[in-house]
Structures are given as structure tokens and as C-alpha cells.
């Protein structure tokens, strides 16, 4: 009898390792790259370059349909505005593409790399005017570490179909806010409804 109750717990203790997702992983790893940082000002450095990310990608999958050129898109300019509006997908100009974001995450200029991006995005579409954070920027924020989380966020891919029938960016950001909640305190967590209230409301 002794036997099995080892091997249930030994595989109790697996099971509850294989249940830490990549969200958990990020997490751990963003949250390292915050130093001294309050997590109420952190969070909106992180959130906003996810979301970044995640307009970045779709830009970057219908990018890839123009550039094939293959049946409506046949004869496409991949760098025509109106060809994404078309599509319902956000117009991301070159210097606020998360490729190039990346490529210079390493400089000490990539706060103003990412705010130059925020201001890009919301000029070029309406529907985000005045909804980013364009802080990234100021002298309190390290940039080595920022360049590091451009790195971490860059490693996953939101918006491929593959993503979105996960919905990783949901995924994400859900559990994101969570820590944040957490790391916050009462008063950061009191505007936020964990999943398990909004499922027994609903």
C-alpha cells in the first residue's frame, strides 16, 4: 500500500509543475527584469509592449499574405495602408514593427525607440489615439532591463491563427494582471475581478 501512495504524491508533484504554463514562466522572468520597480508604474510597461507585440504580429501575418500575393490579395502592395484597414488589421509603420524594436533593444536610445512606436501607432490609427503608454522614455526606467523584457516578449508570438485559437494574448494578459493584482496589493487588486468570480457571476 505504502507504494502507490508515494507514486500518487510523486505524480501529484509532476502534475503540479506540468500545470505552470509559459504565462507562469514569462511572468516569473518579467517580474525579475523589475528591480525596485512600483508594480503599479511596471505594469503599464509591460502590458503596453505586449499589446505592441500583438498588433506587431497581426501586422506582420497579413504583411505575409500581401508579399505571397496570392488570390484577392494578387497584384497586393504589401506597404499600402489601406490593404490592412481593409482587412480590420492595425496599420503598424516600420518604426514601430516589433522586428526593428527588437533589432535595437540592445541600444541605450530604445526607450525613445518604443515611445517614437507609441506615437507612430496612434497616428496612424485613429482608434488608438491616446490609449498607449509612451513612457518608456524616462530616466528612471533602465533600459538594459527594458531591452531584456523586448527580448522575453519577443519570444512568443500572439496573433498567428495557431495564437489565437489558444487566445494567448487573453491568456496572457489575464494572468499578467493577476500578478500585478497580487504585487499591488488591496488597492491595486480592487479594480480587478479574478476569472473564477466572473465565471460564477456569469
Known sequence: MARPKKSTSSSASKDSSANLGFEAKMWLAADKLRNNMDAAEYKHVVLGLIFLKYISDSFEEHHAKLVAGEGDYSGANPEDKDEYLAANVFWVPKEARWSFLQANAKLPTIGKHVDDAMVALERDNPRLKG????????????????????????????????????????????????????????????????????????
Not at 152 to 174: C, M, N, P, Y
Not at 175 to 199: D, M
Open 131 to 202: 490609449s498607449l503608454n509612451k513612457n518608456y522614455g524616462r530616466a528612471d526606467l533602465d533600459k538594459n532591463r527594458l531591452g531584456e523584457l523586448i527580448d522575453l516578449i519577443g519570444s512568443i508570438q500572439l496573433a498567428d491563427a495557431a495564437s489565437r485559437s489558444k487566445d494567448l494574448l487573453g491568456r496572457v494578459f489575464e494572468y499578467f494582471l493577476t500578478q500585478f493584482a497580487s504585487a499591488e496589493g488591496k488597492n491595486g487588486g480592487q479594480f480587478y475581478t479574478p476569472s473564477c468570480i466572473v465565471r460564477l457571476l456569469v
